[in-house]
């Protein structure tokens, strides 16, 4: 995650700004160094940097502020923009539309990621809806088809190639003509690479290109070469004039930023990004999320399109919450979900200081903690899964077969169970919160006041009903949940550690709420989801508040 140093750097540089007592000129310049520094630490071009940092100074002027200005918070928006501005390539890439075919051809260098990439991008339109194939015209890299093929079966993704036929402009037609005739919406087409920019492959694309007119080109740039992306996209837009670029492996390079601001100043759209190995490590390249999402704000528009993009199981957990209640089933079903989201680091990353708050738990410690969670509650009967775990302390016994049967021990089994009494307990306090709102009753004072908020939010999302299929407001959730505690960095949380905290959040949330029409939110986990989360905080240290 070394983008996300990055990140911490410009964010601890303003952070220092604005948890100092004086924001004089000196402090002023202190910060944009640092955010300079840390630029070009990441590649991003010297020009670049130095518009920056001009633009930064001339829309700040402290001497000329007059007292009623917050110095801090215009110097955050300013930054925020200015960073913005700096990946933004000001160009609407093409969107394909359902019921008609549209053809994406993908080209790059040897290695940058195109199979990888073809297969993330059809799952990501078939998780849409739409009927996408992938097409393998690599006839070079012996293995090339294999390979597709394999990523193909296991997203279940329909594919085209030859074992055969070496001539790729032959298997590209024919593989189009045939998804086309089977009237898919997405047929992508995976060409060839070379070590280096060879004559060959670029008469190649463009044999390519004529054969299967494709409606969009992309081409594929590892994130690694910085901004030196600007040099290869120009050299690839000389011969295959493509319409969009996808940056891969930003998860592993600092020079992320200079590949993506140097493409931004080429004005060429960027697609997506890809953030790991992983299907589902990919994400859709918007400059103002990806900026937040940088700075610790999170992307919570990133989020929902996510967690919409995945079938969960919604079932009956939101209603039993609203009543009061939390099975065993219940605290199943939401760990569920949570593993098909992916690596844990990409959710905490979009949920607004929930990075900070995982700190070192790990993905693979967490995911398998998770998985043995799982296996845990696997093991036990309907009867036990649908209760609220009392029968586990009339009779201890059973802890000891369901650990036999799980393959794990009491002690993982008692840790289970007291997770899910923390999070009945939550439950209970929403169910009787709840109730007593409905009843006009009176609530705590704090409890009150974010309950009120929450129901205020709900109304306006036209949820005014409830919460199942509305989007609760997760600050003021996690807030009266007790379960993080307020986040760091969330607005109206209690934290504040993110100098960024609050900003344009809920200009965040509008657009992500205008997004998804202003209706509800079916496909989010909810807060059962989130507890979840709140609750791997403490996985990977101490064993608190055992049985
Ligand atoms: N960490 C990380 N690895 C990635 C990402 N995208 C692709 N990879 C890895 O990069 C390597 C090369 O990816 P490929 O998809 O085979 O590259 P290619 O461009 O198709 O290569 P050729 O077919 O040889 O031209 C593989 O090991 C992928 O798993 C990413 O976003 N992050």
Known sequence: MVLADLGKRLTSAVSNLTHSNVVDEKAFDAMIKEICSALIESDVNVKLVANLRKSIKSAVN?????????????????????????????????????GRTNVIMFVG??????????????????????????????????????????NATKAKIPYYGSYTETDP??????????????????IIVDTSGRHQQEKELFAEMMQIQQAVKPDQTIMVLDASIGQ????QSKAFKESADFGAIIITKTDGHAAGGGAISAVAATRTPIVFIGTGEHMLDFERFAPQPFISKLLGMGDLGGLVEHVQSLKLDQKDTMKHIQEGIFTVRDLRDQLGNIMKMGPLSKMAGMIPGLSQMMGEVGDEEGTMKLKRMIYIMDSMTEKELD?????????????????????????????????????????????KNMANLQKGG?????????????????????????????????????????????????PGGAGGANPFAGMDMGAMMKQMMGAMG???MPGMPGMGGMPGMGGMGGMGGGRGGRR
């Not at 960073?83 to 890439?93: A, G, R, S, T």
């Not at 402009?169 to 997405?186: A, L, N, Q, T, Y």
Request: proline share 4%; aromatic share 6%; glycine share 14%.
């Open 62 to 98: 402290l001497k000329e502020l007059g007292p009623g200005v917050n110095r801090k918070r215009l110097i955050q928006k300013t930054v925020f923009d200015e960073l913005v501005k700096l990946v933004d390539p000001h160009n609407e890439p093409f969107k394909p539309k359902k």
């Open 387 to 431: 209760s609220d775990a009392k029968c586990f302390v009339d009779q201890p016994t059973r802890m000891t077969r369901v650990a036999r049967g799980s393959g794990t021990s009491v002690r993982e089994v008692e840790d289970v169970l007291t997770q899910h009494r923390m999070m009945a307990q939550m439950a209970k306090k929403v169910g």
């Open 228 to 231: 030196a992306a600007e040099a």
């Open 109 to 150: 260098l040897q290695g940058s990621g195109k199979t990888t990439s073809c297969t993330k991008l059809a799952r990501y339109y078939q998780a849409r809806g739409f009927k996408a194939c992938l097409v393998c015209a690599d006839t070079f890299r012996a293995g090339a088809f294999d390979q597709l093929k394999q």
């Open 518 to 520: 202003g209706g509800g």
């Open 442 to 490: 009176g609530l705590a004072g704090q409890n009150k006041q974010q309950l009120a908020a929450m129901q205020k939010r709900l109304q306006s999302m036209g949820g005014a009903g409830g919460m199942p299929g509305g989007m609760p407001d997760m600050g003021a959730m996690m807030k009266m949940l007790g379960g993080a505690g307020g986040l760091p960095g969330m």
């Open 169 to 186: 402009v032959k298997v590209s037609r024919d593989g189009v003509e045939k998804f086309k005739k089977e009237r898919f919406d997405i």
